[in-house]
């Protein structure tokens, strides 16, 4: 069975940071896409960051190049996600997610094909 736990959520003044974390735990298959993804009240769950599990292949959404940052730690089974220079409009409930998939480029950021989600973790930034 997989699991998936965020933790790392909080709330923050405008330009402040936070990092995420996503733990993970089961067998998803031997080359997987991890992805973070966000969704707002009234909006669609949008993808953030996805990296490669094996390749290490990353990708951003435009909104968040150059302040987030994507990485994970294999032997921890832990994906993590550093913002920096928070905006307002980054307030949101946030996700990882997972899919055996070659390489997240033929994946991400279409939500649908992601399978394994945790719980999510509220950032809340104030102006």
């Known amino acids: 069975q997989v699991r998936m736990v965020e933790s790392g959520g909080g709330s923050v003044q405008a330009g402040g940071s936070l990092r995420l974390s996503c733990e993970a735990s089961?067998?998803?298959?031997?080359?997987?896409?991890m992805g973070w993804f966000r969704q707002s009240p009234g909006k669609e769950r949008e993808g953030v960051a996805a990296?490669?599990?094996?390749?290490?292949?990353?990708y951003y959404a435009d909104s968040v190049k150059g302040r987030f940052t994507i990485s994970q730690d294999n032997a921890k089974s832990t994906l993590y996600l550093q913002m920096n220079s928070l905006k307002s409009g980054d307030t949101a409930m946030y996700y990882c997610?997972?899919?055996?998939?070659?390489?997240?480029?033929?994946?991400?950021?279409?939500?649908?094909?992601?399978?394994?989600w945790g719980q999510g973790t509220q950032v809340t930034v104030s102006s």
């Open positions: 997610g997972a899919v055996a998939s070659v390489s997240c480029g033929w994946v991400w950021p279409r939500v649908d094909v992601f399978g394994y």
């Open positions: 089961g067998y998803v298959g031997s080359s997987v896409c």
């Open positions: 990296k490669h599990a094996t390749s290490g292949g990353t």
